[in-house]
């Protein structure tokens, strides 16, 4: 039986094989592809992507190789090309030359695909899981490259989306009269050399003549200038670094499916940083692996198969929802808490918050998010486990030993700075209490 591949730089488990030659780059599907993931993103209040030459290249590419083997290599291996790198060195290296962010492996890039009938059927793979979520929806990512070939039975996609330091696309959607704002949200476009969190906006006409009344607050859309002409400037600032966007009205168009204006999404209710760099399951050693869930107010607060064990209190600022996958540390205070020093113990098993703070956490522990929460699991899951339906954003994820997995030994107990905060049950379980 065939099988749905994707291929990530985070992470990829798939298996397929396919006897068809290697096929030509079908233009047209490709940007088919790009208008599906815009769509998708502008539902979910994210900026749409521009199309990229180079990561165009890098991912035609990566299909032409994969396409000219016998078979497509198991596991992990898929992410390596010709010579065995992954997508972000293969970037960083000549004819592609990609730029990075302070080191060479800080590099914002990032790589899914889909091997099947149709963009349809695509996009409902990437859509079913929240690894492939992180991936297309991330607001990290401004460009995109879609290689869609042909292998006789459908195409393969390889869509590679990356980021560009001072680099921000700003997209036309004529029929709605909008632009298309993009910010920079890599967590390693810091200092004053690389703008960050826009805060403000100003736009110019062609002559460089101030459009409006001066500088107005960032926001992702803006209403198409009237009397702009074929050309305008969007300077974009975070207070300390400006940067000036040429855009040609004809030429910076957003692909959206048929070509049809999209609506203007809804405000975003705060911006997200997330960051992707996993490598495949079975790595030594704690690895980590971001997750964006996106969705309707949630209402229920249990993972499926969880039975409450514990009812939260009026004052509790945090629950501990698990079972036997995964445990997820939710944020219910309804304002900002400081997770530093929470440590989850259990004999000698230990697992602190401070082992969420690797380069991929979204935003801070000393002041995590409301309604927000941080999730572990095992490296050898075969799937990711669903986050709990009341957390809006997981800011972070990190696998573990099997072993490793305290919650599903017995009791455990959580502290801080030595001081017993609770006592919880064994998985599967809901522990709350209070911070102090």
């Given at each position: 039986?065939?099988?749905?591949?994707?291929?990530?730089?985070?992470?990829?488990?798939?298996?397929?094989?396919?006897?068809?030659?290697?096929?030509?780059?079908?233009?047209?599907?490709?940007?088919?592809?790009?208008?599906?993931?815009?769509?998708?993103?502008?539902?979910?209040?994210?900026?749409?992507?521009?199309?990229?030459?180079?990561?165009?290249?890098?991912?035609?590419?990566?299909?032409?190789?994969?396409?000219?083997?016998?078979?497509?290599?198991?596991?992990?291996?898929?992410?390596?090309?010709?010579?065995?790198?992954?997508?972000?060195?293969?970037?960083?290296?000549?004819?592609?030359?990609?730029?990075?962010?302070?080191?060479?492996?800080?590099?914002?890039?990032?790589?899914?695909?889909?091997?099947?009938?149709?963009?349809?059927?695509?996009?409902?793979?990437?859509?079913?899981?929240?690894?492939?979520?992180?991936?297309?929806?991330?607001?990290?990512?401004?460009?995109?490259?879609?290689?869609?070939?042909?292998?006789?039975?459908?195409?393969?996609?390889?869509?590679?989306?990356?980021?560009?330091?001072?680099?921000?696309?700003?997209?036309?959607?004529?029929?709605?009269?909008?632009?298309?704002?993009?910010?920079?949200?890599?967590?390693?476009?810091?200092?004053?050399?690389?703008?960050?969190?826009?805060?403000?906006?100003?736009?110019?006409?062609?002559?460089?003549?101030?459009?409006?009344?001066?500088?107005?607050?960032?926001?992702?859309?803006?209403?198409?200038?009237?009397?702009?002409?074929?050309?305008?400037?969007?300077?974009?600032?975070?207070?300390?670094?400006?940067?000036?966007?040429?855009?040609?009205?004809?030429?910076?168009?957003?692909?959206?499916?048929?070509?049809?204006?999209?609506?203007?999404?809804?405000?975003?209710?705060?911006?997200?940083?997330?960051?992707?760099?996993?490598?495949?399951?079975?790595?030594?050693?704690?690895?980590?692996?971001?997750?964006?869930?996106?969705?309707?107010?949630?209402?229920?607060?249990?993972?499926?198969?969880?039975?409450p064990s514990a009812t939260p209190g009026a004052g509790?600022?945090?629950?501990?929802?698990?079972?036997?996958?995964?445990?997820?540390?939710?944020?219910?205070a309804g304002r900002a808490v400081d997770l530093t020093?929470?440590?989850?113990?259990?004999?000698?098993?230990?697992?602190?918050?401070?082992?969420?703070?690797?380069?991929?956490?979204?935003?801070?522990?000393?002041?995590?998010?409301?309604?927000?929460?941080?999730?572990?699991?095992?490296?050898?899951?075969?799937?990711?486990?669903?986050?709990?339906?009341?957390?809006?954003?997981?800011?972070?994820?990190?696998?573990?030993?099997?072993?490793?997995?305290?919650?599903?030994?017995?009791?455990?107990?959580?502290?801080?700075?030595?001081?017993?905060?609770?006592?919880?049950?064994?998985?599967?379980?809901?522990?709350?209490?209070?911070?102090?």
């Open positions: 039986m065939k099988r749905l591949l994707m291929i990530s730089a985070l992470l990829l488990i798939a298996l397929s094989t396919r006897p068809a030659p290697a096929g030509a780059q079908d233009s047209r599907e490709a940007d088919r592809v790009i208008a599906a993931l815009n769509a998708w993103r502008l539902e979910q209040n994210t900026w749409p992507l521009r199309l990229n030459d180079t990561l165009r290249a890098l991912a035609e590419d990566q299909a032409s190789y994969l396409l000219s083997l016998a078979a497509l290599p198991e596991g992990g291996e898929i992410h390596r090309g010709r010579s065995g790198e992954f997508p972000p060195v293969r970037a960083r290296r000549a004819p592609y030359n990609w730029p990075s962010y302070n080191r060479p492996e800080q590099i914002a890039l990032t790589e899914i695909a889909y091997d099947g009938r149709n963009v349809s059927a695509a996009l409902g793979f990437w859509k079913s899981s929240p690894l492939h979520q992180t991936a297309a929806l991330n607001p990290v990512y401004r460009e995109v490259g879609v290689a869609a070939l042909a292998d006789g039975e459908g195409y393969l996609y390889i869509v590679v989306l990356g980021a560009r330091p001072n680099v921000l696309p700003v997209l036309v959607n004529p029929g709605a009269g909008l632009l298309y704002l993009s910010d920079e949200r890599y967590s390693y476009a810091s200092g004053d050399r690389w703008i960050h969190n826009a805060t403000r906006v100003r736009l110019f006409d062609a002559e460089g003549r101030p459009l409006g009344d001066g500088w107005q607050p960032w926001q992702m859309t803006l209403p198409l200038p009237a009397g702009a002409g074929d050309r305008l400037f969007v300077m974009t600032s975070d207070g300390t670094v400006d940067v000036l966007t040429e855009i040609n009205l004809h030429d910076n168009t957003a692909l959206l499916p048929g070509g049809l204006a999209a609506p203007a999404p809804a405000p975003a209710a705060s911006p997200i940083v997330i960051v992707s760099a996993t490598p495949p399951p079975g790595a030594p050693g704690t690895t980590s692996t971001p997750i964006m869930v996106l969705g309707p107010t949630p209402t229920p607060r249990t993972l499926p198969g969880v039975t509790d600022d945090l629950i501990l929802i698990y079972d036997a996958r995964s445990l997820a540390i939710y944020n219910s020093g929470l440590v989850l113990e259990q004999g000698a098993l230990r697992l602190s918050a401070g082992d969420w703070q690797t380069p991929w956490l979204s935003g801070t522990l000393s002041a995590f998010a409301a309604r927000d929460c941080l999730q572990v699991w095992s490296w050898d899951e075969a799937s990711d486990p669903p986050a709990p339906s009341d957390c809006r954003f997981v800011r972070g994820a990190i696998t573990i030993d099997p072993d490793d997995r305290l919650w599903r030994g017995g009791s455990f107990i959580v502290s801080r700075a030595g001081a017993q905060l609770a006592a919880c049950p064994a998985a599967p379980g809901l522990c709350s209490f209070a911070l102090r």
